[in-house]
């Protein structure tokens, strides 16, 4: 049975920093590429960042780029969203994901096979 569980969220002020991860077990952790989604209250889910299983490759949605690193500790099946310069936008529930496929210039849902319940981040102005 595979789990993905999110940690690390938390209520921060603008400008400060957060640390995400994301454990998953039950399946081959670095035969799958990995990455962060994000929805806040009455917003579509958005990608985030993604990284390809052999964690050379990484993919950022415009408005993370600089402030966000993605990284991963295959040994520890282990993935990392180190969040810096927070903004209020940055505010929504944050997904981990596990999937097959891993692209270069964007993130879609249906490329993730298995997904974790979330942990809230809240930035206040």
């Known amino acids: 049975q595979v789990q993905v569980v999110e940690s690390g969220g938390g209520l921060v002020q603008a400008g400060g920093s957060l640390r995400l991860s994301c454990t998953a077990s039950?399946?081959?952790?670095?035969?799958?590429?990995m990455g962060w989604f994000r929805q806040a209250p009455g917003k579509e889910r958005e990608g985030v960042s993604c990284?390809?299983?052999?964690?050379?490759?990484?993919y950022y949605v415009d408005s993370v780029k600089g402030r966000f690193t993605i990284s991963r500790d295959n040994a520890k099946n282990t993935l990392y969203l180190e969040m810096n310069s927070l903004k209020p936008e940055d505010t929504a529930m944050y997904y981990c994901?596990?999937?097959?496929?891993?692209?270069?210039?964007?993130?879609?849902?249906?490329?993730?096979?298995?997904w974790g319940q979330g942990t809230q981040v809240t930035v206040s102005s």
């Open positions: 039950g399946l081959t952790f670095d035969d799958y590429a």
């Open positions: 990284i390809k299983w052999s964690g050379d490759l990484t």
């Open positions: 994901a596990a999937g097959h496929y891993y692209r270069a210039h964007t993130m879609r849902q249906a490329d993730f096979d298995y």
